[in-house]
T-cell receptor, first 113, second 113 residues
């Protein structure tokens, strides 16, 4: 089954404790992207990747890192999480660019205390 | 830069009534426009997209949207609402490079039996 998977689905952590949210897709997509969803703000793009080793900032990249060492994986790294990063995070992928249909993962609900 | 504005964070309609969700965009270059739907506790899925072909775009589940350049609008409609249409709807915009993606703040649709 074609899908985008994220782990963990739920995470409660404390300020400053490094964490990684994994994202994996099995559709051989080139484009992958991370978003955060906050009430009243919709989804905002954090980082995107056009292909392996090609990443760039979205609208709200501060406090986040990403890497794209393999085509299927696009982990989101929070090196020193803060409470304002409490949010619902979505990973998405598409064939070549964001103009193609993006397929979204189920989301990761992160709480930073 | 690109952006989208969704008018009305909450819309209620009776079952069988017309659904109209509004989206206005701002773009300095020809836009690619999308409507995504998010059912409770799920990721987003594509309803329809405009990619500079026909201005009237038909999507899944009976939804359609019309691109009106003169009004910078891309409103979503469905002739007859069904209970299963209750969800959150997001309008989004990107450009032909498809790198950065901008979502609106979302409209929550309630369908009243």
């Amino acid at each position: 089954e074609a899908q985008v998977t994220q782990n963990p689905r739920y995470l409660i952590t404390v300020t400053g404790k490094k964490l990684t949210v994994t994202c994996s897709q099995n559709m051989n997509h080139e484009y992958m992207s991370w978003y955060r969803q906050d009430p009243g703000l919709g989804l905002r793009q954090i980082y995107y990747s056009m292909n392996v080793e090609v990443t760039d900032k979205g609208d709200v990249p501060e406090g986040y890192k990403v890497s794209r060492k393999e085509k299927r994986n696009f982990p989101l790294i929070l090196e020193s999480p803060s409470p304002n990063q409490t949010s619902l995070y979505f990973c998405a992928s598409s064939w070549t660019t964001g103009t193609d249909t993006q397929y979204f993962g189920p989301g990761t609900r992160l709480t930073v205390l | 830069a690109q952006s989208v504005t969704q008018l009305g964070s909450h819309v209620s309609v009776s079952e069988g009534a017309l659904v109209l969700l509004r989206c206005n965009y701002s773009s300095s270059v020809p836009p690619y426009l999308f409507w995504y739907v998010q059912y409770p506790n799920q990721g987003l899925q594509l309803l329809l997209k405009y990619t500079s072909a026909a201005t009237l775009v038909k999507g899944i589940n009976g939804f359609e949207a019309e691109f009106k350049k003169s009004e910078t609008s891309f409103h979503l409609t469905k002739p007859s609402a069904h209970m299963s249409d209750a969800a959150e709807y997001f309008c989004a915009v990107t450009t032909n490079t498809g790198n950065q993606f901008y979502f609106g703040t979302g409209t929550s649709l309630t369908v009243i039996p």
